[in-house]
């Protein structure tokens, strides 16, 4: 109920105000953020409004900050760095302006009203419908903060619904148990959690599974006896549950309040802080388990005691983010006492010389450096949200001899040769560093180092020669290093490494040097997991020759291998036969998931890659010699296939189709969820040979293309410049569709199959069962651009019945959209670009079309209209449902009409380069729903539109946001340059 009467204050209109702020108020642990996150993501919600933004305030209430993170909530590129308020303030004006946005505030602590109201004048720049959701636990701040009738107050569970949880998280069966007894503690239990969600699920995973009545009796004993501080209070509640953990969970726990509430925690790092603190212990060293497996099972251990919330898994399964519940950050704070200290602007910590980890926030370490002396027992130092400068990083060297991981995101400067005097150092982090090109060699004297995090160092070139000394280094991460030359000989005398992101083969290897690394280096390193990218690959027989010795086959943790050669062109048959050499040595283990070949040389791939039977994502670039690709029938689990720039493939699968291979249950690629084909100019088909009622047909017979794949799971298709395909797969659930530059005739065939499925003698791929269904009724998206052979839209897209986008981009012979955009039933957005050719119809008097479009359409957007198109074209007046219209890179464009008065519903106009435009008609005034309007780089019309004397000004000043640029009136008025909208040119790419 709480969620239904929060969304219909949410999309229902009230009052005359364009922002309305809805307050949702309750006490801690009532479930304020996950209502409010229900609520964020349902898809009505998404739908309604233009923009979504979540933002976690909390107890910190810095304006500039709060800023900061609604401009970066917003889908944009833009960095904030070192902006002042001012700026920050413009940019806020741009991503709000216009727009009918949802913002969320969540946990506001703040109760100075004076603060707030500061906030609320910078975030009321919304279209009308605009909303502000605010999660607070103070009533006060839910009374000034929301607009008239729309504070809700969120009320504890009741005895039945709080049971009904109860029974959901401490009993496997998620029903009441058989034993009477136990129902009456667990009612017990229930009754003194007070109707509190978080309390009754955080005591609820404790006694999960547990089934002894004496462990039951013992905890509700323990639970009456403690003293509670108010009816609100529940921490008490959760110190239980924390209290009967066990002692290297209690730990691990209290360690995660270094980082802020709300805090996108990275597992992966999470758990590698644990292992360099020492936390872990191996629970058998006789099995083959890491330190890093026992940290993931904390980590679920803890998660499944509500101890963590917000809990992100990737395609393979894997936990990758995760935040804290705020209360279970106050708990982790509180049990941590002084031996975990957080210092941001506006608290300097209670440190002492029981202090054992510190962070940092934002501008925190200057006003702190002072007390920093006290404690000499730190053995964390993490830079969080914050760069680390020179000075900031001597004094933690001088500090904290003892440290034994430090974390310095983009440190400012490249003198680090301090660093190895920490020679209890485990973790080190120093991704993000712009500047540095290479390590001092001191690093490698740090010999208890196991994980050194270099990604993103764009200008990083060298590891340290002698890198072997870090005989206990177990991740070493330098993805993203793209000028990094080559992997030192050392490396592969690491064995404890587990991550190693990229192995980068030096290109040249003449002369010979001791230093650099060879790919048979890699041939003890069999405990390398997760992804590994072989970069710089040669085709060359002497080099070739030791690939093997690097035993990937080996190396069965590996989930993803990328395998790159560089790029040489191929003129001779010795070339091509090293290629193919080298593909050979490079035989993976048959665990590999992911499987990324790129600049391959060879005429054929290797035979192992149809072992790999549990691929999900297999990507083919550049392989342009390529011609014979391996049977794709075994690959059961492969979800995503690539295949770019294959200059010589001519057919997909080289191997016979029998008819008999398919009935009404069996497919090839049943999980294929993205397929792309991409600059493939000789692709052909599928198949290159086909066996028809036991006869064998050649590769040139027509009834071949009949013999389609059938592939049930797939959701996007995208398909450019393959102009000599001339058929596709068959897809009854596809929902996103790219064709480029290539012919109609795929498409149309795919099309035509359901007309075909019945007749006799006809060899159709889908099960007969399906006979009369389309392979594209569920079809939401297509994007047609540069089709050779597209000169209207035909009758059969009467079978995209679920259209709701249709983008049409150079296609020069297009003459008209009927008859087919007439059964576009769902279309509600039309995209048309640089089609020449439709210049006659767009110009004619007849509104057919756009009377029929009236009332589904929603959005138009019109690119580089026809030369001759001089007016607006008359028939869009008919389309008094639009809701946005653009019209971009239009030379020839000099009038917009009268009748856009008839456009109603109108609530955003883009007029975006069009230089040759002149006026405003009169009839813009008319548009009451108009809110925002949008001019660049159309210099007669913004001279017109110059604020106060301008000819047209007067037609526009009534409209609430208004984006001109250049702006018209800076010559005038400095302080009016700035835009009051939206960013015209992103969406745009202008």
Request: with cysteine; net charge negative.
């Amino acid at each position: 109920m709480d969620r239904l009467a929060i969304i219909s204050k949410l999309l229902l209109e009230s009052g005359e105000d364009n922002v309305s702020i809805i307050a949702v108020v309750g006490i801690g642990g009532l479930g304020k953020t996950m209502l409010a996150k229900s609520v964020f993501n349902d898809d009505q919600v998404q739908k309604h409004f233009e923009l979504n933004m979540w933002v976690c305030v909390s107890d910190d209430f810095d304006l500039k900050q709060i800023v900061a993170k609604i401009i970066k909530a917003a889908p944009n590129d833009k960095n904030l760095e070192n902006l002042e308020m001012e700026q920050l303030q413009k940019r806020l004006r741009e991503v709000l302006g216009g727009k009918r946005y949802f913002l969320v505030l969540d946990d506001v602590w703040e109760e100075n009203h004076a603060k707030w109201l500061q906030l609320e004048e910078l975030i009321l720049d919304g279209a009308k419908g605009s909303r502000v959701l605010v999660t607070t636990r103070s009533k006060r701040i839910a009374d000034f903060t929301a607009s008239k009738d729309q504070s809700h107050s969120l009320g504890r569970l009741d005895e039945d619904q709080s049971w009904t949880l109860f029974k959901r998280v401490a009993f496997k069966s998620r029903q009441e148990p058989e034993n009477s007894n136990l129902v009456k503690i667990g009612r017990e239990i229930v009754g003194r959690c007070k109707g509190i969600p978080l309390a009754i699920r955080t005591i609820g995973n404790f006694l999960y599974g547990e089934n002894l009545e004496s462990k039951w009796l013992a905890l509700n004993k323990e639970f009456s006896e403690i003293p509670q501080a108010g009816e609100e209070d529940i921490m008490p509640t959760l110190r239980l549950s924390y209290d009967h953990l066990a002692s290297h969970l209690k730990l691990c726990f209290a360690y995660c309040c270094l980082f802020p509430k709300d805090y996108e925690i990275e597992v992966e790092t999470l758990v590698r802080l644990w292992v360099a603190q020492g936390f872990l212990k191996l629970s058998n060293t006789s099995q083959d388990q890491c330190l890093e497996e026992v940290g993931y099972e904390c980590f679920m251990n803890l998660t499944e005691g509500s101890f963590f919330q917000d809990v992100e898994v990737d395609q393979w399964g894997v936990m990758t983010h995760c935040k804290m519940h705020d209360l279970m950050h106050d708990l982790a704070i509180l049990v941590s006492g002084a031996k975990c200290v957080t210092f941001h602007s506006h608290c300097q910590g209670n440190i002492n010389e029981n202090t054992h980890h510190v962070s940092f926030e934002r501008d925190s370490f200057s006003v702190s450096q002072t007390l920093l002396v006290q404690a000499r027992k730190v053995r964390t130092v993490l830079f969080l949200d914050k760069y680390c400068s020179k000075v900031e990083l001597d004094a933690v060297v001088s500090n904290f001899l003892f440290t034994r991981s430090l974390n310095l995101k983009g440190l400012k400067t490249n003198s680090l040769n301090s660093i190895g005097r920490l020679k209890h150092l485990r973790y080190l982090g120093l991704s993000y560093h712009q500047h540095l090109e290479a390590l001092p060699n001191s690093i490698t004297n740090l010999v208890n180092l196991q994980t050194l995090k270099l990604s993103y160092c764009n200008e990083f070139r060298e590891l340290p020669r002698d890198i072997e000394n870090l005989i206990n280094l177990r991740h070493l991460e330098i993805d993203n290093c793209d000028k990094l030359e080559y992997m030192p000989s050392g490396i592969g005398q690491l064995t404890n490494l587990q991550t190693l992101s990229n192995y980068v083969l030096k290109k040249n290897k003449k002369p010979v040097l001791r230093y650099v690394g060879e790919l048979k280096d890699l041939l003890r390193l069999n405990g390398l997991r997760g992804e590994l990218d072989v970069v710089n690959l040669s085709h060359k027989k002497d080099e070739v020759e030791e690939y093997g010795s690097a035993k990937l086959k080996d190396k069965q943790y590996l989930r993803s291998l990328r395998l790159s050669w560089y790029d040489v062109e191929i003129v001779e048959a010795d070339a091509i036969i090293g290629y193919e050499m080298s593909m050979d040595a490079l035989q993976p283990h048959p665990n590999l998931q992911v499987l990324d070949i790129s600049n391959y040389g060879g005429v054929r791939l290797s035979s192992w890659l149809s072992s790999l039977e549990n691929l999900v994502d297999l990507t083919l670039t550049d392989c342009k010699k390529c011609q014979y690709l391996v049977s794709l029938n075994r690959f059961h689990g492969l979800k995503v296939l690539k295949l770019q720039r294959l200059e010589s493939l001519e057919y997909i699968s080289n191997n016979i189709f029998n008819e008999d291979l398919f009935g009404t249950t069996k497919t090839i690629l049943p999980s294929l969820r993205e397929l792309e084909l991409g600059y493939l100019p000789n692709l052909k088909g599928w198949w290159r040979e086909i066996v028809i009622d036991h006869s064998f047909v050649g590769a040139n017979e027509e009834d071949k293309h009949m013999s389609l794949p059938y592939l049930p799971s797939l959701s996007t298709l995208e398909i450019w410049h393959c102009p000599k395909l001339t058929c596709m797969p068959l897809y009854p659930h596809l929902e996103h569709l790219t064709l480029a530059n290539s012919s109609l005739k795929p498409l149309e065939e795919t099309l035509r199959m359901k007309m075909m499925s019945s007749s006799a003698g006809s060899i159709v791929v889908f099960p007969t069962t399906t006979s009369s269904f389309s392979p594209l009724s569920k079809l939401k998206d297509l994007t047609l651009k540069a089709i050779e052979d597209l000169e209207c839209l035909p009758d059969w897209f009467e079978s995209f019945t679920s259209l709701n986008k249709l983008g049409i981009r150079h296609c020069p012979k297009l003459k008209d959209l009927c008859p087919g955009i007439l059964h576009l039933s769902s279309l509600r957005n039309l995209w048309i670009s640089n089609c020449e050719g439709l210049a006659d119809m767009l110009n004619g008097d007849d509104g057919i079309m756009w009377k029929a479009l009236n009332g589904r359409l929603h959005s138009l957007t019109l690119i580089s209209l026809p030369n001759i198109v001089t007016v607006l074209p008359k028939g869009i007046q008919h389309l008094t449902s639009l809701q946005e219209l653009e019209v971009l890179s239009s030379d020839s464009l000099t009038t917009i009409p009268e009748w856009i008065h008839n456009l109603k519903s109108l609530k955003i106009l883009m007029l975006i380069i069009c230089p040759n435009l002149t006026s405003l008609p009169e009839g813009i005034r008319s548009l009451a729903t108009l809110n925002l309007l949008t001019i660049v780089k159309c210099p007669m019309l913004l001279k017109r539109c110059k604020r106060e004397n301008g000819e047209d000004w007067d037609k526009i000043s009534h409209i609430q946001h208004l984006g001109l640029y250049p702006n018209p009136n800076e010559e005038e008025d400095e302080n009016a340059s700035e835009m009051k909208g939206c960013n015209p040119f992103k969406k745009f790419g202008l």
